[in-house]
């Protein structure tokens, strides 16, 4: 069992994945279906 924290965000694969693809090609597949440019960081409020 995980212990996750409530200010967490988990997605969840709506599609097949080629888990072959290295870090960054897994990476632009979630960048790309949560429409967001490559890089960029969403900034979060302070705790």
Same mark, same amino acid.
């Given at each position: 069992m995980l212990s996750v924290p409530g200010s967490s965000k988990i997605f969840v694969a709506s599609a097949p994945v080629d888990f072959r693809k290295s870090h960054d090609g897994l990476a632009a597949i979630v960048e790309q279906a949560i +429409?967001?440019?490559? +890089?960029t960081v969403e900034k979060r409020?302070?705790?």
């Amino acid at each position: 069992m995980l212990s996750v924290p409530g200010s967490s965000k988990i997605f969840v694969a709506s599609a097949p994945v080629d888990f072959r693809k290295s870090h960054d090609g897994l990476a632009a597949i979630v960048e790309q279906a949560i +429409g967001r440019e490559k +890089g960029t960081v969403e900034k979060r409020p302070a705790l």
